[in-house]
């Protein structure tokens, strides 16, 4: 089953809030989604959500991504994308049997109303159909709230980069086969505003995933263990 085709499959099983529907998303609906980009953009920052515009959408389509657009009452007010992680972004070139949950971007209308979290969950259902191992995403160390999504969604943080978007990132992955970890040698790392990501980059640097995001003070912290 190809991407597009698993996401419908999923979409079309799958029950959601009255007045909303889900369908896949075509090329007549490439502004609209920029559109909302741009919104989300503006609402978040460029350094924690990336900009994508009509060309970005036209190249990821052609390499075999489903995007999926979320309507409410008729009006597009959201958007996701899946695809195959090698195939979307060269820094995972040879990760064959990984697929990528590539961007959420809603509106105001949306927010807060756990759209973030059910993508999370379409994307990982679809592309676990398709056969992929794992499903991997981007997320700023920055953006907290789809940090705890990702992780309470079933994701790891698995490792970081800073060359893909030439700014900081964590990588998640959730396994179709989830793994255990050791959580009696766990570690807590601050992560919030101004926290230094130096000791983040060393743990998942020798094998520690983080697991899970705890409120601490201003801030929180990111529990990391080893898997198992």
């Not at 090698?86 to 949950?101: I, S, T, W």
């Not at 789809?146 to 490792?159: A, D, H, I, M």
């Not at 179709?176 to 050791?182: G, R």
Request: some cysteine; aromatic content about 8%.
């Amino acid at each position: 089953m190809d991407i597009p085709a698993a996401l419908q499959a999923q979409i079309d099983r799958t029950i959601w809030p009255a007045g909303h529907r889900l369908r896949l998303a075509g090329r007549a609906d490439f502004p609209a989604l920029e559109a909302i980009n741009a919104e989300a953009v503006q609402f978040v920052g460029a350094s924690v959500y990336g900009p994508q515009d009509m060309a970005f959408f036209e190249t990821v389509t052609a390499h075999g991504a489903g995007i999926a657009m979320i309507e409410q009452d008729g009006a597009a007010m959201g958007y996701t994308i899946a695809g195959a992680a090698p195939k979307m972004a060269g820094l995972f070139a040879g990760q064959d049997d990984r697929g990528l949950m590539f961007g959420t971007a809603l509106r105001a209308g949306l927010r807060g109303e756990g759209w973030q979290r059910r993508m999370i969950d379409l994307r990982k259902a679809s592309l676990f159909a398709c056969g992929f191992a794992a499903a991997k995403a981007f997320v700023s160390p920055a953006n907290l709230p789809s940090l705890r999504n990702l992780l309470e969604g079933g994701c790891c943080v698995v490792t970081f980069d800073n060359s893909y978007y030439k700014a900081d990132r964590f990588i998640v992955e959730a396994l179709a086969q989830p793994c255990a970890h050791d959580m009696t040698d766990a570690r807590a790392l601050p992560r919030g505003p101004g926290a230094d990501l130096t000791p983040h980059v060393a743990l998942l640097g020798t094998g520690w995933q983080g697991v899970a995001l705890e409120p601490a003070g201003d801030g929180s912290r990111l529990i990391y263990a080893r898997p198992v």
